[in-house]
């Protein structure tokens, strides 16, 4: 199979992830970090997820690297398969309390991780005004 098929390949199953999950492209690429159309062109086989795309597909998501870039085993590792319900990963308030208070303890103990932290929030929010507006336009509508 040459390259172009391949990206095509991976794309087409990165669709299916989106799909399954039932967000639009924009919600995708906020959870990578990236913008749209870097999303956009992975969906089309344009260019190749990258690795953090690719951390946060099998960390938060559950998706097996194996199905999504060889087509080969399930789609979602094993032992995920029974926290997913229909193929979706539901994430509870007491879940993400749990993280966020992780998060915080630990930049309260190590300043460099708190400095790291709040430099990628301040460089997400002016690579991501549009989105961090539609969002917070929905939640307000909410």
Same mark, same amino acid.
């Given at each position: 199979? &040459? @390259?172009?098929? @391949?990206?095509?390949?991976i794309g087409s199953r990165l669709r299916?992830?989106?799909?399954?999950?039932?967000?639009?492209?924009?919600?995708?690429?906020?959870?990578?970090? +990236?913008?749209?159309?870097?999303? !956009?062109? &992975?969906e089309m086989g344009g260019s190749v997820p990258g690795l953090h795309t690719l951390i946060v597909l099998s960390s938060t998501f559950g998706i097996s690297l194996d199905w999504l870039l060889c087509e080969k085993g399930?789609?979602?590792? %094993?032992?995920?398969e029974s926290s997913f319900h229909g193929g979706i990963s539901e994430i509870g308030p007491a879940d993400v309390r749990k993280d966020v %208070?992780?998060?915080?303890? !630990?930049?309260e @103990? +190590?300043?460099?991780?708190?400095?790291?932290?709040l430099s990628f929030f301040q460089k997400f929010k002016v690579e &991501? %005004?549009?989105? +961090?507006?539609?969002v917070i336009k929905e939640a307000e509508k909410a």
């Open positions: 199979m &040459n @390259r172009k098929k @391949r990206l095509e390949a299916r992830v989106r799909m399954q999950l039932g967000y639009s492209q924009k919600k995708m690429a906020s959870y990578f970090g +990236i913008q749209q159309s870097g999303y !956009t062109k &992975n399930p789609m979602y590792y %094993k032992e995920k %208070k992780e998060l915080l303890e !630990t930049m @103990r +190590i300043p460099l991780l708190c400095y790291q932290v &991501n %005004k549009e989105l +961090i507006e539609s």
